[in-house]
């Protein structure tokens, strides 16, 4: 009885050990929500800005002749995986590595700490994230895809529905689609429209790289909130139950001893 009542002792102990780092990474989470969300939205702005003015340059017949909206008929595929910085965020990382089986011979270029421990690479965080960083993934992704090194990009991301609801999707960049709900709007470009649609590819590119990774850190933070918040109620739940058996056992020894002493005295 004693060892039980022992055991109890030191469960309770441990998982009132890891309700504190729940709490503390629900507060972190909690107190990152607000920033992360704001940058998100700024973010789908300036892609929503950037993804008028390509609609409406690839309107132009012109514009097909582009390398940026060449379709071809093989697959071979590069994509930006972008994954979380740390774990503990329920099924955030998993559900995009789940995501990423479709496409095993695709090339990677990792964005987060977890894509890069896994597909290899300089970690970047997706964090501290930056245009800089966007430019550079988007001036190589640009150049390979014009030499026809593949015939295809997305970026493997994460929809943020709400607090409580994530996606992970694909969003194919390149080749361009060109948009037929649009029409040509007469504007003049200088020197022409190809040119114009072929300058401002590299950083219609880095803007939706950007754009989604703001959109996937603040998933990220929105599914660890929710699942530290799951895991402290858990905690509570499982600490009271450990609780109620521990003043049983206690109860039980207190019992036996009683029952002993009287005993004895009866001899």
């Known amino acids: 009885m004693g060892a039980d009542i022992k055991q109890l002792r030191t469960r309770i102990k441990s998982v009132d050990s890891t309700l504190h780092l729940t709490k503390a990474m629900g507060l972190v989470a909690s107190s990152k929500i607000r920033r992360a969300t704001e940058s998100m939205n700024k973010g789908i702005e300036y892609s929503d800005a950037l993804e008028e003015t390509v609609g409406m340059l690839s309107t132009y017949e012109e514009c097909r002749k582009s390398p940026y909206m060449a379709k071809r008929d093989s697959e ?3 994509l930006v995986v972008v994954a979380g ?5 329920g099924g955030y990382n998993a559900n995009i590595f789940r995501l990423m089986r479709d496409y095993p011979d695709a090339k990677i270029i990792p964005i987060g700490k977890r894509s890069c421990e896994r597909y290899g690479g300089e970690i ?4 501290n994230f930056n245009y800089e960083n966007a430019k550079s993934i988007a001036e190589e992704v640009c150049r390979e895809f014009a030499e026809e090194k593949y015939d295809r990009f997305g970026v493997v991301c994460t929809k943020y529905h709400s607090l409580m609801s994530q996606e992970a999707y694909v ?9 037929e709900d649009k029409v040509s709007t007469g504007a003049i470009f200088e020197p022409d429209e190809i040119t114009v649609l072929n300058a401002v590819i ?7 790289i950007i754009s989604c990774v703001k959109e996937s850190f603040a998933s990220e933070v929105a599914a660890r909130r929710v699942a530290m918040d799951s895991a402290g109620k858990n905690a509570q739940e499982m600490i009271d139950r450990l609780g109620l058996e521990y003043n049983r056992a206690r109860q039980g020894a207190i019992t036996q001893e009683i029952t002993e002493i009287v005993a004895g005295s009866g001899v």
């Open 171 to 179: 969003k194919w960049l390149l080749p361009l689609e060109r948009a």
């Open 124 to 127: 970047i965080y997706a964090e």
């Open 202 to 208: 590299p950083e219609y590119i880095a803007g939706m």
């Open 76 to 78: 071979r595929l590069c």
């Open 85 to 89: 910085d740390r774990g503990l965020a």
